[in-house]
Nanobody, 117 residues
Framework: QVQLVESGGGLVQAGGSLRLSCAVS????????MGWFRQAPGKEREFVAS??????AYADSVKGRFTISRDNAKNTVYLQMNSLKPEDTAVYYC????????????WGQGTQVTVSS
């Protein structure tokens, strides 16, 4: 069983930065592609960033501002968020891909990020 626990969310002013962390339990952390998603009020959950075999991918809306990284020794994946905008306000979820599907994978409970204007 794999468990994911996010932390690092909070309230920040526009232009500020936050770093989200996702601690992953289980010895097989290295085999999973990892990603971050977010869901704003009244909207569907959307892809933010992913790390797969050393390759990273980002949503256009965060490209150049957010950076995903992972520390396999600490079983942790990070999302560094800079130049935050009010439209980045959402609950952010960490996910581990399984059987080539995020839906089939493992998800954390989410952490709230609120960006004030």
């Amino acid at each position: 069983q794999v468990q994911l626990v996010e932390s690092g969310g909070g309230l920040v002013q526009a232009g500020g930065s936050l770093r989200l962390s996702c601690a992953v339990s289980g010895r097989t952390f290295r085999q999973y592609p990892m990603g971050w998603f977010r869901q704003a009020p009244g909207k569907e959950r959307e892809f933010v960033a992913s790390w797969n075999g050393g390759r990273t991918a980002y949503a256009d809306s965060v490209k150049g501002r957010f950076t995903i990284s992972r520390d396999n020794a600490k079983n942790t994946v990070y999302l560094q968020m800079n130049s935050l905008k009010p439209e980045d306000t959402a609950v952010y979820y960490c996910a581990a891909k399984y059987e080539r599907s995020w839906s089939n994978g493992y998800w954390g409970q989410g952490t709230q990020v609120t960006v004030s204007s």
